[in-house]
């Protein structure tokens, strides 16, 4: 049970530093995800939401590093996928076409798919914290576990990061 906290806690991690390092790796892309941060919450003040966003992004990572801090960083990434759901449905439904500004830069539109990814990456934030809180026993000295765990880490951050991309090879007309 604890490779599978080992795991969550990897991916979680992975996903939201790269989340974060996408937006902010340049001016212009934190300036679009500003904008896009706009479109998917109309009436909230853009600006200090854009920046709270990437500055707990970038915190979840460190939370989930120390195992007394884990359940805070699951907490936080459960949060924040819990809003970043809402609002996508929230867009969809008002038929707003915004841009998906999740990992950077990206033409792809918010959509349905953007709701399967989060609900997966909530679902692993969930038992994540479960299992934290819960208190299982620290991974043992099982090389394979952990490699296993953390090549399942590996590819659902893969996946995750490049679910538009993956996506449009299936969808692009020749």
Do not use: Q
């Not at 970038?58 to 970043?84: D, E, Q």
């Not at 798919?113 to 620290?138: C, D, I, Q």
């Not at 043992?140 to 490699?147: D, K, N, Q, S, T």
């Amino acid at each position: 049970m604890s490779y599978v906290l080992v795991g969550c806690r990897l991916l979680i991690g992975l996903v939201f530093v790269l989340s974060a390092v996408s937006k902010i790796r340049s001016r212009a892309a934190y300036a679009k995800f500003r904008e896009a941060t706009r479109s998917l919450a109309p009436g909230l003040p853009y600006r200090p939401v854009a920046a709270f966003v990437v500055a707990l992004e970038l915190a979840v990572a460190p939370a989930l590093a120390w195992p007394a801090t884990t359940p805070i960083g699951f907490a936080a990434a459960a949060a924040l996928l819990a809003a970043f759901t809402v609002a996508t449905a929230s867009a969809i439904r008002r038929g707003s076409r915004v841009d998906c500004r999740c990992f950077g830069p990206s033409a792809t539109t918010a959509g349905a798919g953007h709701l399967v990814r989060n609900g997966v990456l909530l679902a692993a934030a969930t038992a994540g914290a479960g299992l934290a809180v819960a208190g299982v026993p620290p991974v043992g000295a099982h090389l394979a576990g952990v490699a296993v765990a953390v090549a399942a880490a590996l590819l659902l951050t893969t996946l995750a990061v490049l679910a538009d991309d993956i996506a449009g090879l299936f969808s692009a007309s020749p």
